[in-house]
């Protein structure tokens, strides 16, 4: 079977060395192969040790939350770019961004900015929710209740005293659209609650959901 056939094997998913290895074990001198289909751009490098096919090698379009799932893990794509995905709010984000139990990090890659904030790994998968794209693949992604919580707890300085500020907040400085939220899940916020980070701020972006139902 020729090479970009067997590549094409990997489809839009991101892989790793050892498996890209596995497809070159005929090769003499395959770290040397690698270097040179990098080269070319038949690999994309996002990290070391970690590829996607190049654009004309592609037979599917890739996913950039698959990708952030698999960049850096345990993690789950989050904040502004789920919050964008799910519609709630009406601008493009620029990168995608995650909350990981790991330390925080960031990539600059050929696709775009990753970034990854810290969270407790107690609440780490509360409200994330299994999505999958149009050619199939499966990715990790906060559900709307989770990715407001996220919000909250990464927004600097963020100093509210009333619902109606937080409301103010919500509607006004990230622009959520309320009707786009639906059914928001209370038990996602009472667990982020038990956790024990920005309880105050959690309580009272409870109170402002329920007044939006």
């Not at 970009?4 to 497809?23: D, T, W």
């Not at 904030?117 to 149009?134: D, I, K, P, R, Y």
């Not at 659209?177 to 639906?182: F, R």
Request: hydrophobic share 40%; charged share 20%; glycine share 8%.
């Amino acid at each position: 079977m020729r090479l970009e056939h067997q590549l094409q094997h990997f489809g839009s998913a991101p892989f790793s060395r050892a498996a890209l290895l596995s497809v070159l074990q005929h090769y003499r001198r395959p770290n040397d192969k690698i270097a040179r289909l990098a080269e070319e751009g038949v690999l994309v490098p996002l990290k070391k040790g970690l590829y996607v096919l190049g654009p004309e090698w592609r037979t599917q379009p890739l996913s950039l939350p698959l990708i952030a799932n698999n960049l850096y893990g345990p993690s789950c794509v989050s904040l502004d770019w789920a919050l964008a995905w799910h519609g709630l709010i009406p601008e493009g984000v620029f990168g995608v961004t995650s909350v990981t139990s790991r330390r925080a990090k960031s990539y600059e890659t050929p696709l775009g900015h990753f970034t990854y904030h810290h969270l407790a790994e107690s609440v780490l998968l509360c409200g994330a929710v299994m999505e999958s794209s149009e050619n199939g693949v499966h990715y990790l992604i906060a559900g709307p209740t989770k990715a407001l919580c996220d919000k909250v707890l990464f927004t600097r300085n963020l100093r509210l005293s009333s619902v109606s500020a937080m409301r103010a907040f919500l509607e006004e400085d990230l622009r959520i659209d309320p009707e786009a939220v639906g059914h928001h899940d209370r038990e996602v916020i009472r667990t982020y609650c038990r956790a024990g980070r920005k309880v105050g701020m959690l309580e009272l972006l409870e109170q402002a959901m329920e007044q939006w139902t």
